[in-house]
């Protein structure tokens, strides 16, 4: 038998409330078998009905009080008599924060949390700014969007069109804007909030499962080094090329240990080559002259540059020791430009 929650928010939640929502999910091991109530109170104040005995009620971003034994998280934790030492201390910068690190053993580890309560730090206290820098046009367009949605379906159905979003930074906005129409009356803040969470939801989930991917791949990478040049050669993969490049580059191990690196879709029969350096497009041209060289009847078509990602068609001629060729080539060319210079 699944357990029952109760989470109490403050009225007009904010973004912090949402990731508070969506890391409570997380610590407690929330499953699809628990039931999980949602209840918005007074600015500060606690939830104060009956429950029933089997429920555990948690707070967040409201109550005055920040202690994890007692599940409650809120930041602005100055009404925390029992412990004066914690009221006079610098409080979290956001709930989500202070429910990060009552949490060490689940979130320490885990990159995406970490970058998802460094932005709710920032947009807690700013969030006022960013929602009157919103561009008009995106904004209009996006609650044209939300009011062709039929309300009255199940929050994870109509979910479908912000169901891939890229970054935590657009559900920040798709969260604000979600608000504005509930400050218009056309949305109750519970169906705001859990829009932003299922959006929160899915990003996390397809981003953690890519993530384990990537560094599988990565793990299973052939690192070359040739005249200082160091040339990572990746297994073959469906993976979207330019996702691999934004992986190593916002992952120090991978970016300090990288200079060009190889990717093989057999199934699209394409190849990706990318350089990590900043003069990317001088060595991305390079290596276009490089692989032409090898093969002097490549058309354009064969070949084209996209988002810093040097596509290359896989045919007769163009295989994967050609490219690997090509590509070793490149560090016996940068060792002769640095030793002419
Ligand atoms: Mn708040």
Known sequence: MGKKYLIALHRGPDFDCVTCRFMIELAYNIGPEDEVQVVFVEHGKMYESPVSEDTTVIHADTGGILDPMQNCFDHHNSGNLLDEEISGRDCDPSSANAIFNAFPNRFRHDQLIQALVNLTN????????????????????????????NIKRRTKFWLSEFQDPKEPRH???????????????????????DMAVAALEAWYFTNSTLQHKLETLMSDAELVENNGLRIMILPDSDLWPKMIRYHIRSTRRWRDMVDVWVTHNPKEKKFGITCMSEDLEHDLKKICRLIKGVDPNLTEDDMHLESFVLYVNETKKITPSLIRQAVLELGKKARLKAGNE
Do not use: C, P
């Open 171 to 193: 559900i920040v906005t798709m969260f604000y804007q979600l608000m504005n129409l509930f400050w218009a009356g056309k949305l109750s803040e519970l169906q705001a909030l």
């Open 122 to 149: 920032r947009v807690d206290s700013g969030h006022r700014e960013q929602r009157e820098n919103q561009d008009q046009d995106t904004r209009n367009e996006l609650i044209t969007k939300i009011r062709s949605i």
